[in-house]
């Protein structure tokens, strides 16, 4: 192992991510993690943290939830190259006392940190060890509290966003949970929904607009 | 290469450089066509064409690290995405500079079919109001054509593209040739009469848009497959392209030469005979500097480019840029200013949707400023693009909720919205305008500098789209959640234009009716460059018919040995 104080090395987590892809038939490419600095490696625990956060999010039903598609993963991934704006510095007014702690010298926030602390503090300890109920009512609260109406800004806005975008951009969440039509090959400008229809993760516009 | 000589040399393959092949390779001519980017062949090289979201690395959302870095001012543009990023240019390898004050995003694809790979295929033609404006109100200079001199080129070129959209017999915006309309979805269809009910001079159409209806088994092209993801590129050959249709079209003369990697870096005069006498390329593969000769030349490389072409191609006798006796080259330059007017949810839908992914939104014509002058602050027009849409998973990012429930609600196909965007005609203003500036781009060429603004007769056409577009979607039983009236950048409608302007005088405009130089006899400018007003039509297919017409004056000039 190398020296980081997570213990974790960049081939491990390679390494991991390709036996990953292999076990759930995800071409390696949509999982590729091998760029990430040392910096924005995930400790083993954080790892964890949003596998089951994810699973949270999006559980298992009728179809594979969050973590059983590797949704965790592929949060730390947009995490680290800054999709939705995660890597942008943010406007010191919004910085709450809270979130001082998390700020990098760039001004972005490192919200894997942040959302452990936040998680632990919620729970008054770790919130790992909590029953998934209890689980599920922390983290409620904390996304209640994050997406009302003139909420405070919160990181947890765009790692709620990135575990949506990770779990319906993937096979199980696009084609099984939604429906994916790549060549509809007519337009159907009127028609009735039946019970049950499921939307399409491949309506570009509503994705787009939606 | 060497000394090579053709009839004709087209600086450009984009949309207007794809017509430009076509027609003068048809009227048998010798052609080279000089492409700055990459070859990109039809149907082979559409990388990412049939990938779904986890089959790319950052699926579909992209590597935000690396636009950053690389695709500043690209990432911009709706239509990049991981998929299409491969169809923009690289910002860093291609530099501009904008004038202390000025925003302006200039959203470019160098590539073999240029922006026709990924351009909006909107098509509109232009009418009397548009052609007359600069006349009637005074900005810029007038047109020397009217839409009578452009009908017939119109006809042909709709006939080629394949233009499907609906006849509505408005003077504003002429009828063309058109394939079968995609329909209306039940939204925009209730709106549609629920609108022309209250408002009689407003009317809901479906966008004309250069994706086929019907298929063209003569141009190897099929139906459009309702994917809506055109800028990956199409392998059905279903919109319009360079590779679809106008490039496989003069291919077929056996008289054509396409040479790709090849930036343009001047026009070589000759001051005896007043004629551009060879085109200079830098090899951007090689760095070999290169050159060819022809008794023509026409400049189609996207107007801003084609704007720097002349401007670099300054010389002993024609110190200020070549065809620019009259100095006016780089200035009036005009992109629409558009903004979102307005976002409303749309009760009473909520049984009902619609199958596939239709390739074009819905148009509002512009009903002001028509036969009597009625806008408050402001003497052209504006329009609205836009359409019906209902929601999908992306809608739960700004959803309270977790969980079980939260999963079973974005299972469901989303409510009815309605979006309007405002694009309003950009006033010809000398202040806009394209120079060289002192900086070098990697290849050793001066770059661009754009100086751009809107004025107060554009924040005044917006201000009144933002009312209106209220006053209609609620008048008709929605219900508007939010609108803008500030404009985006300069450039973010992608239709920047001008800096070439058409007029009847010399001393005041570059070029002639036929889209030829006036000091300049064998060169022709025919994409975006030549335009003297903006209309607020999206305008490629103007831009086709005034090439399309150009060629053939061009032919007919030197068959009767006038250049």
């Given amino acids: ?210 | 290469m060497e000394n090579l000589q053709f009839d004709a040399i087209v600086v450009g393959s984009g949309i207007t450089g794809g017509w430009a092949a076509k027609q003068l390779t048809e009227a048998g001519l010798k052609v080279l066509m000089l492409e700055r980017g990459r070859k990109i062949e039809h149907q082979v090289d559409y990388e990412n064409e049939t990938k779904a979201p986890w089959e790319m690395p950052f699926r579909g959302v992209g590597d935000t690290e690396l636009y950053n870095r690389e695709y500043s001012v690209q990432m911009l543009n709706r239509h990049f995405t991981e998929f299409t990023q491969d169809h923009f240019v690289n910002d860093a390898d291609q530099p501009y500079q904008k004038t202390k004050g000025s925003d302006f995003d200039w959203f470019r694809s160098y590539q073999l079919g240029g922006r026709s790979l990924t351009w909006g295929r909107q098509c509109y033609r232009w009418s009397d109001y548009d052609f007359g404006a600069n006349k009637r109100d005074g900005f810029g200079t007038d047109w020397p054509i009217r839409y009578a001199d452009l009908a017939p080129w119109y006809d042909m070129v709709e006939d080629f593209v394949g233009v499907s959209g609906s006849h509505e017999g408005l003077p504003q915006l002429p009828d063309g040739k058109f394939l079968p309309p995609m329909e209306l979805n039940c939204v925009e269809a209730a709106l549609r009469e629920r609108i022309l009910a209250k408002y009689p001079d407003r009317l809901i159409t479906i966008g004309r848009t250069a994706n086929l209806t019907e298929a063209r088994p003569e141009q190897g092209r099929a139906h459009c497959q309702y994917r809506s993801i055109c800028a990956r590129g199409c392998s059905y050959g279903a919109y319009f392209s360079t590779q679809s249709a106008t490039l496989p079209a003069a291919k077929k003369t056996g008289l054509l030469t396409v040479v790709t990697d090849a930036q343009v870096t001047k026009l070589e005069y000759d001051a005896q005979t007043r004629r551009v006498s060879a085109v200079h390329w830098i090899d951007t593969k090689t760095s070999e500097r290169k050159r060819a000769s022809s008794r023509i030349v026409f400049l189609n490389a996207g107007a801003f480019n084609s704007v720097h072409v002349l401007l670099n191609s300054a010389s002993e006798t024609m110190p200020n840029g070549l065809a620019n006796s009259s100095g006016v080259l780089g200035t009036h330059i005009m992109d629409h200013a558009n903004t979102m007017a307005a976002m409303a949810v749309v009760p009473g839908f909520e049984d009902r949707t619609s199958f596939g992914n239709r390739p074009t939104g819905i148009v509002i014509p512009r009903f002001r400023n028509l036969d009597k002058l009625d806008g408050d602050g402001f003497t052209r027009g504006y329009s609205f693009q836009g359409g019906a849409l209902q929601g999908t998973w992306t809608r739960g990012k700004r959803m309270p909720g977790i969980g079980e429930d939260f999963k079973e609600e974005l299972h469901k196909i989303g409510p009815w919205s309605m979006v309007l965007v405002v694009f309003a005609d950009s006033m010809p203003r000398a202040s806009n305008r394209l120079t060289l500036s002192k900086r070098l781009d990697p290849r050793g060429v001066p770059q661009l500098e754009i100086a751009f603004a809107h004025g107060k007769e554009e924040l005044a056409a917006l201000a009144d789209a933002k009312k209106e577009a209220a006053a209609m979607l609620n008048s008709a039983g929605a219900h508007v959640v939010m609108g803008f009236d500030q404009p985006g950048h300069g450039g973010t409608a992608i239709h920047e234009m001008g800096g070439a302007r058409m007029g009847w005088d010399p001393k005041t405009s570059v070029l002639n009716r036929w889209s030829q130089s006036h000091d300049v006899a064998n060169l022709f400018v025919t994409d975006g460059a030549q335009m003297s007003s903006s209309a607020c039509q999206n305008p490629s297919l103007t831009y086709m018919a005034l090439t399309a017409r150009a060629c053939d004056a061009a032919v007919k000039m030197l068959k009767e040995g006038v250049i």
Avoid: C, N
């Fill in chain 1, 1 to 210: 192992m190398s020296g980081t104080s997570s213990g974790w090395t960049r081939r491990d987590f390679a390494g991991g991510a390709a036996l990953f892809a292999l076990a759930l038939g995800i071409p390696a490419a949509a999982v590729k993690l091998t760029d990430l600095d040392a910096a924005d490696a995930p400790s083993d625990r954080q790892r964890k943290l949003i596998a089951e956060v994810s699973e949270l999010v999006i559980p298992k039903t009728d179809t594979p939830g969050a973590a059983e598609v590797g949704v965790g993963d592929f949060v730390i991934l947009a995490l680290a190259h800054g999709l939705s704006g995660t890597r942008d510095p943010v406007a010191t007014g919004v910085i709450t006392p809270a979130l001082a702690p998390f700020r990098r010298r760039d001004g972005s926030l490192s919200h894997l940190d942040w959302l452990e602390s936040r998680l632990d503090h919620a729970a008054g300890g770790d919130f790992l060890r909590r029953g998934q109920d209890e689980q599920l009512r922390l983290l409620t609260a904390i996304d209640g509290e994050a997406m009302a109406r003139g909420a405070e800004y919160s990181p947890w806005v765009a790692i709620k966003g990135l575990i949506l975008t990770g779990y319906y951009t993937s096979e199980v969440g696009g084609s099984q949970e939604l429906r994916y039509e790549l060549v509809p090959g007519k337009w159907e400008p009127d028609i009735p929904i039946q019970p049950g229809d499921r939307a399409f993760s491949s309506d570009w516009t509503a994705v787009d607009f939606g």
